[in-house]
């Protein structure tokens, strides 16, 4: 799954949240949050909702709305409302008076004659022959720019593992919703993590495969103590009805 931008936000979750949660799931009660941000990868958008699976310290497993896996998500990611609480509004100056124009009364005065105007000479005027425009030559026009072919959409791959080691992975295009999740075996993922070369990727896939393993070991441990005890009564059956 793509890492997700986590930001700070006044309306994310409480420690007193996620004691109500972790106790209404405990009480086998619905729980219901809300997303934070919209997460392009799932196709989720900003206020989607989701049931949580499960509350683990700051860490919150849901199940959002429209997606068939269960994802890790913390505190500050979620909130209790589908919509963030809205800010203090900001108040509205008070009107200004205009301010009052200051009109003067000038003293009348007896208008003055202008003076007549003194006829000047006629003057010739001389004349420039005007050159004939030249003609624009046109530009070359440029030649049209090739559209490059779109590329496909953007790509991301989730792998998931169950509570009984049973794992799969989800394909998702851009940011449409995620297609159906397929099994696949702890084997072919641990091969390919070891193939990204990222050392905490690798290590937190094994230590899921390793826990597993040992479940497994200390299971098969115990069928087969069950099995000798069962054939030790067998046998003691069995000599009994012989005699």
Excluded: C
Excluded at 47 to 56: F, H, L, P, R, W
Excluded at 172 to 191: D, L
Excluded at 195 to 205: F, M, S, T, Y
């Amino acid at each position: 799954m793509p890492p997700r931008r986590r930001s700070p936000k006044t309306d994310a979750l409480t420690p007193e949240n996620l004691e109500s949660l972790a106790a209404a799931v405990a009480e086998g009660r619905r729980a219901t949050v809300y997303l934070v941000e919209a997460t392009p990868s799932l196709g989720l958008p900003e206020g989607t909702s989701a049931k949580v699976v499960s509350v683990d310290g700051n860490t919150v497993t849901i199940s959002p709305k429209g997606v068939n896996d269960e994802l890790p998500f913390e505190a500050e990611e979620l909130r209790m409302t589908r919509n963030p609480t809205s800010g203090a509004t900001k108040a509205t100056p008070p009107a200004t008076e205009p301010a009052p124009v200051k009109v003067e009364i000038a003293e009348w005065t007896e208008p003055v004659a202008p003076p007549k105007p003194v006829k000047a000479a006629a003057v010739k005027p001389t004349t420039t022959p005007t050159p004939a425009p030249s003609r624009p030559v046109a530009a070359p026009k440029p030649p049209a720019a090739r559209k490059g072919k779109k590329g496909p959409d953007s790509l991301s791959v989730t792998i998931h593992a169950g509570p009984d080691n049973d794992w799969s992975v989800t394909v998702t295009h851009g940011a449409r919703r995620p297609g159906k999740a397929q099994p696949v075996s702890p084997e072919s993922v641990s091969r390919a993590v070891r193939e990204l070369g990222d050392d905490a990727v690798r290590d937190a896939v094994e230590a899921v495969i390793s826990h597993a393993r040992e479940e497994a070991a200390q299971r098969v441990a115990e069928l087969s103590q069950q099995l000798e005890v069962a054939r030790s009564t067998l046998a003691a059956l069995e000599q009994k009805d012989a005699e």
